[in-house]
């Protein structure tokens, strides 16, 4: 069965403490990995597409990497306004349109 | 550019009323989704139109329908919103079917008492 699992489902960092979100799927023949940030009352807005092992995409303070079963985001001294909900996603095995989506780690940086 | 455009952003219904949320791209893009989001459940697909001109059932059609009114817009129908229907709904947008990244919209508070 496809499925995306995230963890920590909550995690709480004080600012600069770098730490790493994971994101593992189980889909046959990957056709991409998203990863996509969601502020409260906002929709997900989207960051990084990975497509194959050992890739690797940077954006600020945000580094996502991908392996055949996981995908890492990590967050270097990271700010207050890095709070927010990342959420990743799979195409499904069928290919039939189905973006199947993590339920997410909510991220806290506290000053 | 507005990227992905939505209305209602707040709707209460009562049980058994309907409405339709609408929804509208500007960055040219094929392919456009309905998703539902709700606490523990994470977001899930309802319908998508990979192309204008078609539309498939996601993972919870039931009690939706929807419309692919043109290249830009999408539109998703309550025929006889029920309680079980209270949800935070998302369009979104993506280039081409699937395996790219797609963009959301603000999303649209709906709540059925």
């Not at chain 2, 309905?34 to 192309?51: F, K, N, T, V």
Request: net charge neutral.
């Amino acid at each position: 069965e496809d499925q995306v699992t995230q963890s920590p489902e909550a995690l709480r960092l004080q600012e600069g403490e770098s730490s790493s979100l994971n994101c593992s799927y189980t889909v046959s023949g990957l056709r991409g990995l998203f990863w996509y940030r969601q502020d409260p009352g906002k929709g997900p807005e989207f960051l990084f597409t990975l497509y194959s092992a050992g890739e690797e995409k940077e954006k600020e303070r945000l580094k996502a990497t991908l392996t055949k079963k996981e995908s890492f985001l990590h967050i270097t001294a990271p700010k207050p306004e890095d709070s927010a909900t990342y959420l990743c996603a799979v195409p499904n095995s069928g290919n039939t349109g189905k973006l199947i989506f993590g339920q997410g780690t909510t991220l806290q940086v506290k000053p | 550019n507005a990227g992905v455009t939505q209305t209602p952003k707040f709707q209460v219904l009562k049980t058994g009323q309907s409405m339709t949320l609408q929804c509208a791209q500007d960055m040219n893009h094929n392919s456009m989704y309905w998703y539902r989001q709700d606490p523990g459940m994470g977001l899930r697909l309802i319908y998508y139109s990979a192309s204008e001109g078609t539309t498939d059932k996601g993972e919870v059609p039931n009690g939706y329908n929807v419309s692919r009114l043109n290249k830009r817009e999408f539109s998703l129908r309550l025929e006889s919103a029920a309680p079980s229907q209270t949800s935070v709904y998302f369009c979104a947008s993506s280039e081409i079917w699937q395996n790219t990244e797609a963009f959301f919209g603000q999303g649209t508070r709906l709540t059925v008492v």
